[in-house]
């Protein structure tokens, strides 16, 4: 993508074997922060900290925000308390508070003990919002105007407090702290230096709550393709802004929690790696477990059709494929309901449309995969007739069965305010077991007298 | 969220049946037109029309861009040749291009014929970028600067062209057209007016290539916080930009269609309603067709293992829990390889590493499970101790299989150039269900000597 940037680790690994700290520092101040950050995450902590102490004092902030939290962990034991209180006084607030909250106790209190009182009543202050809502993710550093600011003003006041670019994009024009307006950068720079704030603010500002959910917030900015979100306390005063970058991470973040969920594996927030392989099993056995033991309910019922299977054995033979068939039809139509939820396409308003679009899907399928596998019986068991038929009304009852039963349990999860997720493929695919085996040996019971 | 936004439908639908047009044209007004898409999508086709025709210039192109294609065609259909060139006047080129390429020819045609020869010109120009390149979603109307302007030549310029917001918060510097570095309206507007673009200019810029894949380009501008990324073109001159915007609905429209694949589904880029049933089907089916088939291997296997069966028939009540067990356990590791893998968490190097870490996970998961089931045979069968022995070797066997075989597949797949999203769970429930059987048989008959 970026040529300029992508520059070689070995490059770097050799300059430090060879202690060219100079040169060292030069490149890495060419880099960008996320990339230095994917660099040190590959050496060892010896050399990830004789890295760090080589960067200038905003790109180390920078870097030690992006890192994950296990480097984060050792470089902070590396590092001394005036080190440590250089790069804190670098960070924004909400980064800040991002990292404690990941930290464990101890380095938490190091951590706090470095910060001047001001800040550290900030942090508490951020450190109480829960865990996933906008609170805990806004940004406390923004430009806030007055209605009776001049341009000129408005400019000299962004010169002065606006650190971070995305929070200079939109200023907020507050009143006794409650929020009256916005102004776009734009506005700013192409109005007449003398013209009232009030004049050309926008009062129509959308806004969000602390407590709002974060998944919210993101969801809102990116629908009506916001640069920031102001957010409000309970007063209605204004206290931050979610910024779209945010946003974005938190919208990467909603997503593998459901993928997560859809797959059986209780989420949690670490990496792949950062995760101990016991935290990784404990995530995953929950759902294990309750599935093997739901999953009994079929080997019960396939028992009591053992009569059945005797008198013709050949049965046995279909029960993969049609267990197979059955979940894959439920969990298609699961999946395709849940993500539609997740992003505002289907409601539970539709109910009864998806079910009717899901019935004509099932049947179009049904009678395909019986017409297929009709003929592979016709050929493979000495042409027999029968067996293909009952093979295809089964195969027809099962498919409609399954994408019913797919599409209507997200939907009704959502309606009682369970996460849709959960009705995914593990869950629908057990519970189509049963359903396969009883209907399956229904049919063929009844079809052949056994 | 946002209370002020939120107008009722209601309200409009009864405005409408009393014909109070000019009040529902002031509320048009103070709705976003991301709400008045909402509301729209909602009415029939003539009410549709109707409030269309009743909303500004500007307002009516947001509207346009935004709404379904379904939608839109039919209001193609209703508006004269007048109303429609107004209409695309207005509009943005690259969500024209993102309209006409959802249209079908004769709609193409009618809508070229409506817009002046330039503009033909540079829409035929983007309708050449291949689907899904930078190219094809890039944004052509971008504020370009010279290195020898001043800051306030600079302003003068976005005031002249600067029409969408989003497009000017960073600003490009070019020289014969080739890229040479940008500068941000933080640092215009806070720079004194008359310095150079040159001595405020950064020269280290991002860039993609118009033929790059826009995945990458959104990826990148979500990794590094960019609010737009510049694109060139062959001969490395600047010809558009991707802003963060574009790039939200890229990341999410590449998720869902990760999330179809994992399901067994082929993506299309329509929405779930816009979709007919027939093309669900043939999404559906093919999938469907290839596992069903597939399945039909481990029906022939387990009739194999009949006699075995035949002496033994509580064997049968153990195949659905195992063959279920193996395939949510297989499912669990190819999604979270699957999704670690798109979201930059996992690369093909930590093969090995993601191996061991799986194995560990899969004995830990295999001993839980084959605890828990073996209690419940020792209580539910007799007693039977032997019973209980088998079906728990079988059961760490498996799992441990099932872990390896759904971790290993995405990273080959992904190091082969194709898609990890393939080796979901349809794909690895098959497998493990083929491989459930022999092993399960294989230990069973050989711990019985049946």
């Not at 900290?49 to 960067?55: E, N």
Request: glycine share 4%; net charge negative.
């Amino acid at each position: 993508m970026d040529e300029k940037n992508s520059i070689d680790e070995k490059l770097i690994l050799e300059m430090l074997d060879e202690r060219k700290f100079k040169e060292l520092k030069e490149i890495l101040m060419t880099m960008h922060p996320v990339d230095i950050v994917d660099v040190l995450e590959e050496l060892n902590k010896k050399q990830a900290i004789l890295i760090f102490r080589l960067l200038e004092k905003e790109e180390a902030a920078e870097v030690f925000t992006d890192m994950d939290s296990d480097t984060r962990e050792h470089l902070i034991n590396a590092l001394t308390d005036s080190e440590l209180e250089e790069v804190m006084d670098q960070m924004y607030l909400d980064d800040t508070v991002d990292v404690l909250e990941e930290m464990p106790a101890n380095v938490v209190n190091r951590l706090l003990k470095v910060t001047d009182e001001d800040t550290r009543k900030k942090i508490n202050l951020l450190l109480q919002y829960p865990e996933d809502s906008a609170g805990s993710i806004m940004n406390v550093e923004y430009v806030s105007l007055r209605k009776d600011m001049t341009v000129a003003d408005a400019i000299l006041k962004i010169r002065q407090v606006g650190i971070n670019k995305e929070t200079i994009y939109t200023c907020y024009v507050t009143e006794k702290r409650h929020l009256v307006g916005a102004v776009d950068v734009k506005d700013l720079l192409t109005a007449g230096e003398n013209r009232l704030i009030e004049e050309i603010m926008d009062e129509n500002v959308m806004y969000a709550m602390t407590l709002d959910d974060q998944e919210m917030v993101a969801t809102c900015i990116k629908k009506y393709g916001l640069v920031a979100m102001p957010i409000l306390d309970y007063e209605n005063c204004l206290v931050g802004i979610v910024t779209v970058d945010d946003a974005m991470y938190v919208l990467q973040d909603e997503t593998t929690e459901d993928i997560s969920i859809m797959a059986g594996v209780t989420p949690n927030e670490e990496s792949y790696f950062g995760t101990s392989v016991f935290k990784h099993a404990k995530g995953r056995v929950v759902w294990l477990m309750f599935l093997m033991l739901s999953a009994t309910i079929s080997g019960e019922i396939l028992a009591h059709f053992e009569s059945a299977m005797a008198a013709m054995p050949v049965l046995i033979t279909f029960i993969p494929m049609l267990m197979g068939t059955s979940g894959n039809s439920g969990s298609q139509s699961s999946t395709i309901v849940i993500r539609g939820l997740s992003v505002g396409e289907i409601e539970f308003k539709d109910f009864f449309k998806v079910i009717f679009k899901e019935i004509r899907i099932a049947f179009i399928c049904g009678v395909l995969l019986a017409a297929a596998n009709g003929i592979r019986i016709y050929i493979m068991y000495g042409h027999d007739i029968m067996l293909a038929i009952a093979l295809g009304i089964t195969m027809i009852a099962i498919i409609t069965m399954a994408k019913c039963i797919g599409c209507t349990l997200p939907l009704l999860a959502k309606k009682l305010g369970a996460d849709p997720a959960l009705m995914a493929a593990p869950l629908i695919s057990t519970i189509m077991d049963t359903c396969t085996i009883l209907m399956y040996f229904t049919i063929v019971t009844a079809f052949f007298h056994l």
